[in-house]
């Protein structure tokens, strides 16, 4: 248990540091902060100086002042990430980066087409289903049934994806869109403005 202890001790002593450089990083003084908080200059100043224990009553309006969370105050270690780092699949040639967990219904991904130095053949497939895509970077080639198009970033597209289609890119570089893909007869829904 000393361990604990003396990691606790540590935790504490950086405390008083970490709060005067924030302090000095926005620029106030001892006065503004006391303001600010309702926390006295003196008691501000033992606490940066380590001559006075933090505690949650001092440091939640510290933190609301200076703007951070209050782990950022006392320099708590990370108890893990927030986010959820979703699992790329790969297919095709292709990465597939999921951004939805719902089973069932509309699903959203990120797609990249790898670069390849020059155009690739198209290999049309069908599946049932309904696709709608947007692109973010490059130039992707979409040969939709007779169609055979080239969307530039910021151009959709959406179709039933029973229709031989097929997307690539159109000058051999990587290309990044968006997809939402639905159940047959399922469709993204656009709403827009009157002008």
Do not use: C
């Not at 130095?117 to 198209?122: A, D, E, I, L, Q």
């Amino acid at each position: 248990m000393a361990g604990v202890s003396d990691d606790f001790e540590d935790v504490l002593h950086a405390v008083g540091p970490r709060l005067r450089a924030l302090r000095r990083q926005r620029g106030m003084t001892l006065a503004d902060v006391a303001a600010a908080t309702g926390v006295s200059e003196s008691t501000l100043s033992r606490l940066e100086s380590g001559q006075r224990r933090a505690s949650l009553e001092l440091l939640l309006p510290l933190a609301r002042t200076y703007g951070v969370p209050l782990d950022d105050l006392v320099g708590a270690p990370r108890t893990g990430d927030p986010r959820i780092h979703l699992t790329p699949i790969r297919r095709h040639g292709m990465t597939f980066v999921p951004l939805s967990r719902r089973p069932g219904g509309m699903q959203a991904y990120k797609m990249i087409i790898p670069g390849t130095g020059r155009p690739p053949v198209p290999d049309h497939r069908t599946h049932e289903g309904h696709e709608w895509l947007y692109v973010l970077h490059g130039n992707l080639r979409l040969v939709l049934g007779e169609h055979d198009l080239v969307l530039p970033p910021g151009e959709a597209a959406e179709f039933d994806t029973t229709v031989p289609h097929w997307l690539g890119s159109a000058d051999g570089k990587a290309v990044e869109l968006l997809i939402l893909f639905g159940r047959q007869g399922e469709r993204a829904h656009l709403r827009a403005r009157a002008r």
